[in-house]
């Protein structure tokens, strides 16, 4: 099992038990969703902005505006992603033991941008295609100017570990004879039904790529 070696900011120290560094545990928690937060500083200010990614093999993507901020100050610079996704909320005897079932995962590295245009609407291209499979070929074609306004950052995966909680309350040992409910609220996300533009042109029938969006931000529960 391929792993990603424990740095001195990706080691789990808090709760050692619950740290994966497998590259399977950590592609799988960013696989699940497609919001992050990129944390990184300007001047002695730091700033965290939640964007939209996705990964491709060992590089983790995001873009936006060319005129944006964060973009323009994270590239070249030691940026923190971090995904995380909660799965249950943790109810026990006690307060102090009540948790949170959830899958999260920090990567830090050194982001640069696409410059090549080409590879730019490539990599744009396989981001809709994630999020709307089959959309891609039914869209208008992407212009030159749009390329222009958007950038696009990714970053090498070499510094990463993921944390993960799972299972039931864990409460003293004297506790759990207590006449006190404990267990799991299972929280899970999904999409509902798909609201038609108001000024959709008559006749549109909703496309097919709609039904395969529950690929997307249903992140798979594996017990660690």
């Known amino acids: 099992m391929k792993r990603y070696t424990p740095t001195d900011k990706t080691r789990i120290r808090r709760l050692p038990k619950r740290a994966h560094y497998d590259v ?5 928690i960013l696989d699940s969703g497609f919001i992050c937060h990129i944390g990184y500083t300007i001047g002695s200010q730091p700033f965290v902005t939640p964007t939209a990614y996705w990964r491709e093999d060992d590089q983790v993507y995001w873009h ?45 590295g050194t982001p640069s941008k696409v410059e090549d245009e080409s590879y730019k609407a490539q990599a744009m291209q396989r981001f809709v295609e994630r999020m709307y499979p089959g959309q891609w070929e039914t869209l208008r074609p992407i212009t030159r100017k749009e390329l222009k306004a958007t950038t696009i950052l990714h970053m090498k995966i070499d510094e990463a570990s993921a944390k993960v909680r799972t299972g039931p309350p864990v409460d003293d040992e004297e506790d759990y004879a207590l006449p006190i409910w404990a267990g799991v609220v299972p929280i899970e996300h999904g999409h509902a039904a798909p609201v038609p533009d108001a000024r959709l042109t008559s006749g549109i029938s909703r496309p097919s790529y709609l039904s395969s969006l529950a690929h997307i931000g249903l992140a798979s529960r594996k017990s660690r």
């Open 64 to 108: 936006g505006s060319h005129a944006s901020r964060m973009l323009d100050e994270a590239a070249n610079a030691s940026v923190c992603l971090t995904v995380t996704h909660i799965d249950g909320l943790v109810i026990a005897r006690s307060a102090f033991h009540h948790s949170i079932n959830y899958r999260s995962v920090m990567v830090f």
């Open 24 to 28: 399977e545990t950590i592609n799988s």
